[in-house]
């Protein structure tokens, strides 16, 4: 085969096709492992997720930029993370709060960046756009507790704040048909490591008819996003007609027999581990994994390369590199 453009190894593999090689894509790289893996300090723009640089050093497949609504949350910084606390929407009275915290949609000044950074760095990768469909935002704003205990006590009150948010996307995907993305992630986290955060009966729902909403106005190929174990949702997440699934926590769910049960059905996106491999391993224990990933998912297709969830700022740039070096030397069909 022809060697493909990283756009076209991307789309390629989210269509169901064999490309040249596994594409390796990333949702967003942390400032601190791109400024060393640059030799310098990185400044991009609000919602670009990593430098245009990175692209070509490490070979990855991808940009990716961000439109995700604001979690309205306590938020503490400390050794250049940011930790989420406890929701701030309590109330019916909170919710003229809400809205004052999400930026008009149809305000310009929200895309420009995106648009310019797209034109300049794009080239020929596959460019994504990072969305909510607004249930992670409601259930983090409310708080995780008080929102359950609401799912009870005032089931109003919970869908009126997801559909604030849930509206707000709808708004958005509109700007997003426009704009020049290959692929949208939705990254509405549904489980923790042992299952579901909510029951597969409150997940239909509240959570399906709002991401058929988004799905049925997007105009691209998209991929879910969720942490944990979701396996008990499955059967109801994949009639929304989503190209691929990820990033699939190797202590979460097992990606090999994923495949097996699944994997024609949809793609695959992710599960090189974070806890341990690209961030404390040898750069030897890295290719080692890369190498058994691909020989366990790669064959038939539909399966792309990625971390477990996105690069914070701990992994260590050397196995990023020895990722790259990995995919390119075992990767190609």
């Known amino acids: ?22 594409p390796w894509i990333e949702s967003g790289i942390d400032p601190v492992v791109a400024e060393k893996l640059l ?22 497949d991808n940009v990716s930029v ?16 940011d930790y989420v606390g406890d929701g701030l929407i309590k109330g019916w009275d909170d919710l003229d709060f809400l809205r004052d915290q999400l930026p008009d949609p149809h305000d310009e ?19 994504a756009c990072g969305l909510r469909a607004g249930m992670a935002n409601a259930y983090l704003s409310i708080g995780i507790q008080t929102f359950s205990l609401m799912l009870y006590d005032d089931r109003k009150f919970v869908e009126t704040v997801m559909d604030i948010f ?5 708004a958005v995907v509109e700007h997003i048909n426009e704009m020049d993305f ?9 489980a923790h490591s042992a299952g579901p955060l909510f029951s597969p009966q409150i997940f239909r729902e509240l959570f399906v008819p709002r991401y058929r909403r988004v799905v049925e106005k997007l105009k691209k190929p998209w991929i879910l996003h969720t942490d944990g174990n979701f396996l008990p949702l499955i059967e109801d997440l994949l009639p929304l007609g989503m190209s691929a699934i990820g990033n699939l926590e190797p202590a979460a769910v097992d990606i090999v027999q994923l495949k097996k049960d699944y994997g024609h059905r949809v793609a695959l996106l992710g ?24 020989s366990q998912l790669a064959p038939g297709g539909r ?22 070096r990995a995919v390119e030397k075992y990767g190609y069909y």
Request: overall charge negative; aromatic content about 6%; glycine content about 4%.
């Open 1 to 22: 085969m022809a060697k493909l453009t990283p756009r076209e190894r991307v789309m390629t593999t989210l269509a169901g096709g064999i490309p040249d090689r596994v």
């Open 39 to 60: 030799g310098r300090p990185v400044s991009v723009p609000p919602r670009i997720r990593m430098d245009p640089e990175l692209m070509d050093i490490l070979n990855l």
């Open 66 to 81: 961000n439109l995700k609504p604001p979690d309205v949350v306590e938020r503490t910084f400390s050794g250049g993370v």
């Open 109 to 127: 000044n929200l895309y420009k960046p995106i648009n310019d950074y797209l034109k300049h760095h794009k080239r020929d990768y596959a460019a």
């Open 166 to 170: 849930n509206d707000w996307t709808l």
């Open 182 to 190: 290959d692929y949208v992630i939705i990254s509405d986290d549904l």
């Open 271 to 294: 599960n090189i581990d974070l806890n341990y491999t690209l961030t404390r391993a040898t750069e030897e224990e890295v290719e080692a994994q890369v190498k058994l990933r691909i």
């Open 303 to 324: 399966y792309l390369l990625a971390s477990e969830n996105s690069i914070p700022s701990y992994v260590q740039p050397e196995n990023l590199l020895a990722m790259s």
